[in-house]
């Protein structure tokens, strides 16, 4: 059974958070948004998700910051993090892995990239 059952899903593109929130549902995980990362912050602190997908550019606060920032609270060491991104060069995806996700999830991606890094995510809790 899996240990994750909430996941926010922080990403300033409208399209991005709907499609996270249909699949996400569907595969039956409670699903929390945010369109930036300064919100994020906040819905992460008042939901406490299991996990977390995060897009990498955003403006005012990256994905990389809100990841670094993350890290250093209190709880979120050890929980998964999934860095979202078009950037699919080996620099891109060291720079994300290398600011604290675990997993480097390039755009678009399907429901079966998907469910595989789910499955990676909750292996992380084991």
Known sequence: MSKIRSVCIVD??????????????????????????????????????????????????????????LRGWGGWGDKPIAMLSSASSVFDQQTGLLSGADIYLTKPFTRAKLEHALIEMDELLD
Request: with cysteine; aromatic share 6%.
């Open 12 to 69: 300033d593109a409208i399209g991005m958070r709907k499609l996270g929130i249909s699949l996400l549902e569907k595969l039956g995980y409670e699903v929390h948004v945010a369109e930036n990362g300064y919100t994020a912050l906040t819905v992460i602190r008042e939901t406490n998700p299991d996990a977390c997908f995060i897009d990498r550019e955003m403006p005012e606060l990256d994905g990389l910051r809100l990841i670094e920032l």
